[in-house]
């Protein structure tokens, strides 16, 4: 019962603080958005089509954060804090030098990036000052990532959280002082994020620099800890495309069903995706744990977080489930107060709220998977997943069900066909023993 109680006060004690640094990346969008919303339609439309870019952009970069914890969290298991600290330094290397490439390239392609949109000439000039300038901040991104990766490897997620809780209110008062008090428009926006994520990096170097003196760590960068990151988040990197060819299938198919259907979907997809933030805490906590239970050679421990956090997700899914069904006659009225979208919403919502326990069970198990190393094959299946999927999402395409019907069939091949073969294939592998022995 005592090591139950303990367990459980890790996984919290992990979970709660990621939760809340998970949630300032989305606020900085927020306060971007109200800011910027306030100079009127055109800038905030060029706001738009830049967020779309960025978020691209970095969502396929997260993987510096996923790669470099459970790397650090199997030093740290073994007793080796100083090559945890030292491989952790590496994975920032890594992102700066990444980082840098990004920024260049992403300015010089600002204006075809833009371009693809097909937007207006006022709000394209709009995006385009946007999307320039905030080029520049994304090597400061994805060094936090990388950092947020080793601390979280070190089993510590509150540093984190205060870091980006600064960062968020440095954030929006410097987008303000820059917005307003300097005139400089949506250019003030793109600056004050930039300024505050490059001092985001600042206090994560002090944090670094004192862990690295503390242990006795070099913070140069070593070609092979450089390397063995480039290669672990290869994986990751194309797991993450997997992911995001089926986020941007479904919403193509969305769009071609109908304005009322494809509105329908945002309203169904950001539920799942708020109830997804949770479970990502989860899954970090499990990704930290195993990490640190593989490299401490304890794979008993590592076999009763992965039961444990399994748990927490299904039970956590169930419980939400419930309460979407439950609400899921006004839901659509909440988000839109238009009850044709709130009927027209309500059998896909009914849908999610079925497969929620499924996804619940995927999210921690994708998380314990990365922290055991097992990038390869998270890489590999996640192509293997989307087999069944485009194919089942193609005959929604062709037959063009509509309306209710229409949506209720999206939500089916993705909460279902998607997320049923991702339950799959991530519970084939943790019901053998090969994912204790993958890479770290």
Aim: hydrophobic share 60%; with cysteine; glycine share 14%.
């Amino acid at each position: 019962m005592a090591a139950r109680e303990t367990l459980n006060r890790d996984i919290l004690r992990l979970a709660v603080p990621a939760l809340g640094s998970l949630v300032a990346e989305p606020l900085f969008l927020i306060v971007d958005s109200a800011l910027v919303g306030h100079l009127g339609v055109t800038p905030l439309a060029g706001l738009g089509i830049a967020s779309a870019v960025l978020q691209t952009i970095v969502g396929l970069m997260v993987f510096l954060a996923y790669s470099t914890t459970p790397a650090v969290a199997r030093r740290f298991g073994a007793g080796d804090t100083q090559r945890a600290v030292s491989v952790g330094i590496d994975g920032m290397w890594l992102a700066l030098g990444l980082g840098a490439v990004l920024a260049v390239a992403g300015y010089l392609a600002t204006p075809t990036l833009v371009a693809l949109f097909g937007a207006s000439p006022a709000v394209a000039e709009q995006a385009e000052t946007y999307l320039g300038l905030s080029m520049w901040g994304l090597p400061a991104m994805l060094v936090v990532f990388a950092a947020t990766g080793l601390l979280r490897g070190l089993q510590d997620t509150v540093t984190p959280l205060w870091i980006a809780g600064v960062g968020f209110a440095a954030n929006a008062l410097l987008n303000w002082l820059f917005i307003y008090g300097f005139g400089w428009g949506i250019a003030g926006s793109a600056a004050g994020t930039v300024v505050a994520q490059w001092g985001m990096v600042a206090a994560y170097a002090l944090v670094v620099g004192r862990l690295a003196r503390r242990h006795a760590a070099s913070i140069r960068p070593e070609g092979s800890g450089v390397r063995g990151s480039a290669r672990a988040g290869s994986w990751l990197f194309l797991r993450t495309v997997s992911l995001r060819i089926a986020l941007l299938a479904t919403v193509g198919v969305a769009t071609g069903l109908g304005t009322h259907e494809l509105a329908g979907w945002q309203v169904v997809f950001t539920l799942f995706s708020t109830a997804a933030f949770a479970l990502d805490a989860l899954a970090i906590a499990a990704q930290a744990l195993v990490g640190k239970g593989l490299g401490a050679g304890s794979l008993d421990d590592v076999q009763h977080v992965l039961r444990r956090t399994v748990a927490w997700g299904a039970w956590f899914g169930v419980v939400v489930g419930a309460v979407i069904g439950a609400l899921s006659g006004v839901i659509g009225l909440l988000f839109t107060g238009d009850a044709g979208i709130a009927a027209l919403i309500q059998p896909a919502l009914i849908v999610l709220a079925v497969a929620q326990p499924v996804c619940g069970i995927v999210f921690v198990l994708d998380g314990v998977l990365i922290g055991a190393g097992d990038a390869k094959y998270l890489a590999i299946v996640g192509v293997l997943n989307l087999v069944p999927f485009l194919p089942a999402l193609l005959v929604v395409a062709l037959t063009h069900p509509t309306d209710a019907a229409g949506l209720a069939w999206l939500s089916v091949v993705f909460f279902g066909v998607y997320m049923l073969a991702r339950l799959a294939t991530l519970g084939l592998r943790v019901r053998g023993t090969t994912w204790t022995t993958a890479g770290g």
